[in-house]
Structure formats: structure tokens, C-alpha cells
């Protein structure tokens, strides 16, 4: 019999979220975590309690830009920033990209470089690649096939004195591979320019320190971390005190982030960011962690992983041992992995599997994943596109032996009606 020994207390981390309460098994979540019961409640609460504009001398005003500070705390605490000033709040991570790219405009000249990596999802090449038209010249930094990773020796050769950017990943949301972000920002700085970084694929399976990597703009939206439909943009204080305003132009460049939030943040949404991390404050004390709230969070994120690493192990291994398929990037390697898989069935169209999964209320789905062009280098657009299992610590082993058992009947159907 399988082994079906999860590494986590199952009954109390699904019981956190109250979408699973359905029936279905949700195997998307890079496109969309499930949200913490308590991030709903405090959106109801600061709806009730708080719901007005900040900066009024009256009760229910100062209320409200307590919960907004709340939540750039909490967003701190995530992240491990130096102040709560250094989170920027938006709708997305695309938005917050684009927000960057105007906001750093005017800090090139025509021939400044930005190198971007086509392995990144288009939040974090499209941005960029709009600056052609002033002038800015935008390099690629080409993912090595060979080990499906991102090497600095081919990022050396593109670099010159007029690179003052670079752009990638954390991790991919098609290879699932987790890129050493701090080796970067060393040779990135070293050499004169800065590092942006797009966390979203990375965020939700393990502790985010932007201080030990030393990013200077890192981004993730945290609809896909267990919260609501929004985005935070972290940036180290000096620089974003360098950035040209979103906002009226009587926001100064001395206000910060508000100049970067252009009518304000969505308040309730960037205050019920302190429910997802007390939820995994809460985790992280279940597995007997001590000391203060971002210790408790690190030692969620360690039995986060270790719940991953099992459900990633057992999907590629079953995908491994398989003839007619073949996965997109590289096998399980523990930590240097999330579990976000890619892959496609020989011959078969990857719409119509992840469309018959549906019957069997397992959720899945297929296409580039806003990848595109990584999609593309790979020769993977054709026939749908890739398939991907996406999945976060609130899976479980039973829920991947049912989506196997699943895929080998959809295949053997498919297989035999052509």
C-alpha cells in the first residue's frame, strides 16, 4: 500500500480554509492559492469597524490607517524588511511591475541596458521591454536547456557598464526550480546594477528574507500566498525614496510608499495581510516553535516544505516512471524545488486532459501560464500547451495518488478513442 504519512497536521491546516470545504482537489493553486478563513474575517471587520478614508483626526479615520499600518507590518514580518515603509501594496504583480518600470523611467538614458530573462513569466520582461521606446536597450538571459537553470556564467558575458537592471525569477512557474537569489544579487551588484526580482512562483513554499538575499526590488502577489486578490512590492528604503511618484504631484518623492500607490491601497485587503501570517505564526507554534512571530513563520515555512517535498516526490516520481510523457524541467532535488510540475502526455492534446479532470473534481489546468515565450524556446506551445500540477502544503499524498490514479484512466481513454 502507499504510504500516505503527510508531514503536517492535516485536520488543522485544512480547516484554515474554508474553500475546502468543496468537494474538488485544487491542483492550481500557482494561479490562485485558497485563502485563509482569517483573512476574511478581518476584511469583514475593517469593512464594519474601519471603513473610511485614512488621514481624518476622528476615531473610526485613525482606526482605519491602523489597519493599514497593520498590515504593512504584517507584510514586513513576511518578508523580513527593515521598516514596514519598504511594502508597497498593489492590485497585482503585474500592475506593481509596471508601476516599477514608470516610476524607474527616468533614472536611464538612451543606451542603458535592462536584462530581462525570456524563462520569466511577462510581468516581469513586458514592463520592461515598453522602456525600447526611450532609448533603453533590453538584453535576454537565456535559460541553459542543457540543466533547465539559470547560470550566471551566461548572464557575465551580456553585462556591460550601461547595465543598470536585471530582471528574473525566484522560482518558475513552469520548471518549479528555485534560482539562488542571493548569488545573484551579489554578482548583479558587483557589477554596478541592481536586481528585481518576481517571487510570485516562490512565495507561497518557503520563508521570504529579502534582507539576507539581498534583492533590491522583490514582488509576489498574495492571492497565490494564501490571501486576497492583491500584490506587494517590497524595495529597499534609499531606493525607493529614488523613484518618481505615481501619484498627484504634490506627493512628494519624500513619501513613501504612498507616492507608489496611486488612490490609495485597497485598505481592507492590505490589512487582512496580517491573518495570513498569523495563520502561519499559528502553524509554525503547532510544530513547536518558540521566540518571536518571524521565528514562528520560519518554522512554518520549514514544515511547509516538508509537506511539499512529499507531495512533489511522489507526483514526479509516477511521472518519472512513465513512457508516454515527460516532464518539463528538472526531477525532485528537495530544496532547490517547489511543486509546481509540468508536463505532457506524448501525442495528446493537454486541454483535453486537464478538461477531463474536471469530471473526477480534480483542478488542473494547461496552456503557457503567462510564460509564454519560455513556453515557446522549450517547443512546448503546441497541442494546449504544458500541463500543471500545482501544488501547496494543504495538499495532501491521498489527493496525489487520486489525481495519478485519475490521469492514468483520462490517458488510457484518450489513448484507445484515437
Known sequence: M??????????????????????????DNAGGSQIVGGVVDKISEFLIHRNVQIGGSYAVSQAAAEGLMLGRVAAQTLVNAARPEEIVFGPSTTQLMRTLAASMRSQFQPGDEIIVSHADHESNIGPWKELEEFGIVIKNWPLDQASMTMRLEDLEPLMTDRTKLVCVHHASNILGWINPIRDFA????????????????????????????????????????????????????????????????????????????PGNPNYELAYSTTAVVEYLVALGTRLGATGSNREKLEAAFDGITAQENLLADRLLSWLSARNDCHIVGRGFEGAQRVPTIAFRFDGMDSGAIAGAMDAYGIAIRFGDFHSRRLVEDLNESHDSGVLRVSMVHYNTLAQVDKLTAALTEVVFTQALAS
Not at 502507499?2 to 491542483?27: E, H, I, K, R, Y
Not at 498574495?222 to 490571501?227: A, E, I, Q, R, T
Open 186 to 261: 551579489d554578482f548583479v551588484h558587483a557589477r554596478g546594477a541592481r536586481l528585481c526580482v518576481d517571487a510570485v512562483a516562490y512565495a507561497p513554499h518557503r520563508a521570504i528574507d529579502v534582507q539576507a538575499m539581498d534583492a533590491d526590488y522583490y514582488v509576489f502577489s498574495l492571492y497565490k500566498c494564501y490571501g486576497p486578490h492583491m500584490a506587494i512590492m517590497y524595495g529597499k528604503y534609499d531606493l525607493l525614496g529614488e523613484l518618481d511618484g505615481q501619484y498627484h504631484w504634490f506627493y512628494g518623492k519624500d513619501k513613501i510608499p504612498g507616492k507608489l500607490e
Open 2 to 27: 502507499t504510504d500516505t504519512q503527510d508531514a503536517l497536521d492535516m485536520g488543522f491546516v485544512q480547516s484554515q480554509f474554508p474553500g475546502l470545504a468543496s468537494n474538488w482537489v485544487f491542483f
